[in-house]
């Protein structure tokens, strides 16, 4: 039984010129087995928040806590945060020339499991990853992201969450530009994921269209930095219907 648990964490972006608080105080515990949605408009900091668990150095922790079993997260590096079992599908994956898929995959597993998957098996594991994400196998060769379209890199993103089984997934606008045949599958593979290794799930999303794929036990609102309201799946379908207006203007949303 995995717990991410996050207490009143205060993030401050810092760029060339400034810096600027952007978590004013997150409280969220994420466990095992378990669906978050986060969902709030621009500019809210969800992404910050999946930033600040990943360890981008860009974003600087100013107070609170964060513990992965009871193991201080942000004590430490960003490569000991994915062997303790945290993982990040970005929402803008980054290009990597010169590194194959099939390199980086098996050398990402080797550092998480702690010692190299034998080659047959970890052949037949890719394929069959591969094949339920609807990804030809000549991609196995392709250097990691270079080329792809916004789908294939998802869908990349999905088949390393796969093959990497880690104990929170946090997912960073996963649906962002994916059309509705590659929402399923990518939809298909997250809930693979999760019923093949009971992991929890932290699915940080604008719109409601993926949870018809895949189904949160909880829903967050995130605004202004914070959560600033938590239920079930009735209040995603509260935002389809309203909006944010309700959560970010201090007025009721119009019915």
Avoid: C
Wanted: charge should be negative; hydrophobic fraction near 40%.
């Amino acid at each position: 039984m995995a717990t991410l648990d996050i207490r009143d964490l205060h993030v401050d972006v810092v760029t060339e010129t400034e810096s600027k608080e952007i978590l004013k105080g997150v409280d969220l515990t994420v466990s095992s087995g378990e669906t978050h949605a986060i969902m709030g408009p621009n500019g809210s900091g969800k992404s910050t928040l999946a930033y600040s668990l990943a360890g981008h150095p860009k974003y600087q922790v100013t107070s609170g806590s964060v513990t992965l079993d009871g193991e201080d997260v942000l004590a430490m590096s960003v490569d000991e945060r994915a062997r303790a079992g945290l993982f990040l599908a970005m929402q803008y994956p980054v290009e990597v020339p010169g590194v194959s898929m099939s390199n980086f995959l098996r050398t990402a597993a080797t550092a998480v499991r702690g010692e190299a998957p034998a080659i047959r098996t970890w052949v037949k594991e890719v394929k069959q990853a591969m094949k339920d994400l609807d990804i030809t196998e000549e991609f196995a060769d392709r250097s990691v992201n270079e080329g792809f379209s916004g789908g294939e890199k998802k869908r990349h993103e999905i088949l390393q969450l796969e093959l990497l089984k880690p104990k929170i997934a946090v997912l960073d606008e996963t649906d962002s530009g994916l059309d509705v045949d590659a929402l399923r599958v990518v939809s298909d593979g997250v809930n693979k994921y999760k019923a093949d290794s009971d992991g929890g799930v932290l699915l940080i999303t604008h719109y409601t269209r993926i949870l018809r794929y895949i189904h949160p036990d909880k829903v967050h609102v995130f605004a202004g930095g914070k959560i600033v309201e938590s239920g079930g799946p009735e209040l995603a379908e509260e935002l389809e219907n309203n909006g944010y207006l309700r959560f970010t203007s201090g007025k009721p949303a119009a019915v």
